[in-house]
Every structure is written in C-alpha cells, then in structure tokens.
C-alpha cells in the first residue's frame, strides 16, 4: 500500500511539473535510515549500545543453554525420572522458555529504541546536508528506494549524504 501510494506521489509529482520533461528533472533515490546509520558516528553510538545490552544478551544465552540442558535431561533420563520428577523439570524448562521469549522482546524493544534514539540525534545533521546537496545539485525529487523496483545506482545519493555527514563536525 505505502509503495503504491508513493509510486503515485511520484506520478503525480511528474504530472505537476507540467511543461518541464522528464529530462529536464533531477530525480534521485535516497535511504535515509540507511544514510544515518551508516555514518561514522552512528556505528560508534550502535557499537556503545550493543556493548550497553552485552551483559542481557549474555543472559539470555545461559537461559537458553539451561533449557537446552533441562531437555537433554529429560531426553536421556526420562525414562528413569519419577512423573512428579518429569513434570517439575517439563515446568522448569516452560518458566524459562517465557522468561526468555519476555526477556528477548524486551531486549529487542531496547534495541529498536536505542536505534530510534540514535536517528533522532542525528538527523538535525542529516537535514542539512541534504538541504546542502539539494540546493548544491538542483534536485527537483528525491525517491524513497522501496517505491521502486529499479534505480540506477548513479541515482541514488544514499552514499553521498553518509559522506557528507561524515566530513562534518559537531
């Protein structure tokens, strides 16, 4: 639905422009998510913060091996485990399998948070360098990638905002 209604923002877009040809317009296609994160101060922030979630996700590892381990157990020593044995261990592994889908959500949510966070601060920065390079090489529109099923690579100026962002200082 969204790519529809952008491929025809651009339909419209270029029907607007009237008089002037297709030729005659600066189109181009930018990422901007992408543009962001890929600058260098984004990947120091993502690096800050995945080394911030290290110690959950080490936890969620061990939860995972303890329930791993408990299925061992009651794989190989079932059949010589009492049923009240049997279900306590079966109780144990279900507790931990839903502290860990909780925990891992929780942790998912954290992340996509951090990386929310991390667009926020930087798009002051990344405004500008694209008004910059609008205004430097005259484009008429800028296209989101997922509107389209093909752009020339020499259209896309994705790299060249992440650039731009790069070569400035705060």
């Known amino acids: 639905m969204k790519n529809r209604f952008q491929t025809f923002m651009c339909a419209v877009a270029l029907l607007l422009a009237g008089s002037v040809s297709a030729a005659d317009l600066n189109i181009v296609v930018l ?5 962001i994160l890929e600058t260098e101060e984004a ?3 993502i ?3 995945n080394k911030e979630m290290e110690p959950e996700q080490e936890d969620l590892r061990s939860m995972a091996e303890e329930a791993q381990a408990l299925t ?3 794989q190989t020593d079932g059949e010589v485990m009492s049923d009240a044995e049997k279900r ?3 109780k144990d592994i279900e507790d931990i399998r839903i502290d860990l889908e909780f925990r891992s959500q929780k942790l998912q949510k954290d992340a996509q948070d951090k990386r929310n966070e991390i667009l926020q601060v930087l798009a002051p920065k990344f405004e500008k ?3 910059d ?5 005259q484009i ?13 690579p020499r259209h896309n100026i994705t790299r060249r905002i992440t650039e731009k962002m790069n070569e400035q200082q705060d």
Not at 133 to 137: M, P, V, Y
Not at 140 to 152: K, S
Request: aromatic share 2%; no cysteine.
């Open 47 to 49: 690096e800050a913060a």
């Open 88 to 90: 306590k261990v079966q």
């Open 72 to 74: 061992s157990r009651l």
């Open 31 to 35: 990422d901007s998510v992408r543009a």
């Open 140 to 152: 008429d529109i800028i296209l989101a990638p997922g509107a389209l099923a093909y752009v020339n």
């Open 133 to 137: 390079l609008i205004e430097a090489q």
């Open 43 to 45: 990947q120091t922030l």
């Open 129 to 131: 360098v694209r008004r």
